[in-house]
C-alpha cells in the first residue's frame, strides 16, 4: 500500500471514529486537517476554534462567499490544481453536494468521504476537485 492511501485509511479511520463537532470535527475542518497532513500546510488555521454552532459557521461562510469561494481561494493559495471531478483521485479534496448543502470531502479509493456526522458519508459524485 502507498504512504498516501495509508495516510487516508488513518485519516478516514479517524473521520469514522471521531464525533462530529462543528469547529472542531466537522467536513471543512476534516479536510483541512488531511490538506495539512499531506501538505504541513492549515488553510482553516484562522477558521479552528472560531465556531461552534450552524449560524456561527454560516456567517463565517457567507462573510467569506460560501463554501466554494472559501474552499476555490484555499486551494489556489496553497497551489492545488483544479480538477475534473471525474479525474479525481484518492487524496484529492471536492466539494459534494448533501441535503445540508454543499460540504468539503476528500476522494477515497471508492468514493468521495465527508466528515456530515459521527460516520463519514460517501458519494459517487463531486462538484469540484482539486489535486493537492
Not at 504512504?3 to 483541512?32: E, K
Not at 496553497?78 to 479525481?88: E, K, S
Amino acid at each position: 500500500m502507498s504512504a498516501l492511501l495509508s495516510d487516508l485509511a488513518i485519516h478516514q479511520r479517524i473521520g469514522n471514529t471521531t464525533p462530529f463537532v462543528l469547529g472542531r470535527m466537522d467536513c471543512s475542518l476534516w479536510a483541512a486537517d488531511w490538506v495539512l497532513r499531506q501538505t504541513g500546510v492549515d488553510l482553516a488555521a484562522s477558521w479552528r476554534g472560531t465556531y461552534g454552532t450552524e449560524r456561527e459557521y454560516m456567517r463565517l461562510l457567507l462573510a467569506e462567499g460560501g463554501l466554494v469561494r472559501v474552499a476555490a481561494t484555499a486551494m489556489t493559495r496553497l497551489g492545488a490544481r483544479r480538477v475534473a471531478p471525474a479525474d479525481a483521485r484518492a487524496g484529492d479534496v471536492g466539494i459534494i453536494v448533501t441535503e445540508r448543502g454543499p460540504a468539503l470531502a476528500i476522494r477515497g479509493q471508492l468514493a468521495w468521504m465527508a466528515k456530515t456526522g459521527d460516520q463519514l458519508s460517501t458519494t459517487p459524485d463531486a462538484s469540484f476537485a482539486w489535486r493537492i
